[in-house]
């Protein structure tokens, strides 16, 4: 081998690590680093999915027993066929279906323990207090999901793009929640105001929910 050959040898060898260093795909948000696992948020989308589940059929639940007790026999019967009609398996549209039917029966029940004409009879004072004993179930429920729902919003963060269409049924937990368990706060602080003014039996249950706040 000439001389001349040699050097260009070693030229060649030596501008390779520079050239594969100068030209390397740039990185990308959620690839490579410490993106979150697959397997990982999947789970924790289910556990999240399922405790929200768990708590709106409760609140679904505590609000029909209210409206019967005040009346609202019609809105009663939707929201115990809403709360019947959700398991663990449901989707994001299930989720707001049942999130929608919350929103719009609780408007009708606000402003019928709003309105100075609602009288209850001794049958109604007791599913009144049974509804109360819900609703502040329902609440603690939500309260018992602020790990779960912290540590999967974080997850999110580092989360692939190519993951998120499969995470949608958590993304709408986590922007759901907050806002209600605000609203079942206010719902519930409603009740229990209107059942001291009515002479009917406040549970320490709902008293103490009253307290927590998500």
């Given at each position: 081998?000439?001389?001349?050959?040699?050097?260009?040898?070693?030229?060649?060898?030596?501008?390779a690590?520079?050239?594969?260093?100068?030209?390397?795909?740039?990185?990308?948000?959620?690839?490579?680093?410490?993106?979150?696992?697959?397997g990982?948020?999947?789970?924790?989308?289910?556990?999240?999915?399922k405790?929200?589940?768990?708590?709106?059929?409760?609140v679904?639940?505590?609000?029909?027993?209210?409206?019967?007790?005040?009346?609202?026999?019609?809105?009663?019967?939707?929201?115990?066929?809403?709360?019947?009609?959700?398991?663990?398996?449901?989707?994001?549209?299930?989720?707001?279906?049942?999130?929608?039917?919350?929103?719009?029966?609780?408007?009708?029940?606000?402003?019928?323990?709003?309105?100075s004409?609602?009288v209850?009879?001794?049958?109604?004072?007791?599913?009144?207090?049974?509804?109360?004993?819900?609703?502040?179930?329902?609440?603690?429920?939500?309260?018992?999901?602020?790990?779960?729902?912290?540590?999967?919003?974080?997850?999110?963060?580092?989360?692939?793009?190519?993951?998120?269409?499969?995470?949608?049924?958590?993304?709408?937990?986590?922007?759901?929640?907050?806002?209600?368990?605000?609203?079942?706060?206010?719902?519930?602080?409603?009740?229990?105001?209107?059942?001291?003014?009515?002479?009917?039996?406040?549970?320490?249950?709902?008293?103490?929910?009253?307290?927590?706040?998500?």
């Amino acid at each position: 081998m000439t001389r001349l050959a040699a050097a260009l040898v070693v030229t060649l060898i030596t501008l390779a690590p520079v050239a594969q260093a100068q030209f390397s795909m740039p990185s990308l948000p959620g690839v490579g680093g410490k993106a979150a696992g697959s397997g990982d948020l999947s789970g924790s989308q289910d556990a999240l999915v399922k405790q929200y589940v768990d708590a709106n059929k409760t609140v679904l639940q505590a609000n029909a027993q209210i409206a019967d007790a005040v009346g609202l026999k019609d809105e009663a019967a939707t929201m115990r066929a809403s709360s019947e009609s959700l398991t663990d398996g449901a989707t994001k549209g299930n989720l707001a279906d049942a999130d929608k039917v919350t929103s719009e029966n609780s408007k009708k029940l606000t402003a019928k323990l709003n309105d100075s004409t609602t009288v209850l009879d001794a049958e109604g004072k007791k599913k009144f207090t049974a509804g109360l004993v819900t609703m502040a179930s329902g609440m603690v429920k939500y309260v018992a999901m602020k790990p779960n729902f912290q540590s999967f919003s974080s997850s999110l963060k580092g989360a692939s793009p190519m993951m998120l269409p499969k995470l949608q049924n958590g993304v709408y937990v986590v922007s759901s929640l907050p806002g209600n368990a605000k609203n079942l706060g206010s719902a519930l602080s409603n009740a229990v105001s209107f059942a001291k003014s009515h002479d009917i039996t406040v549970p320490k249950e709902a008293t103490s929910a009253l307290g927590a706040g998500f």
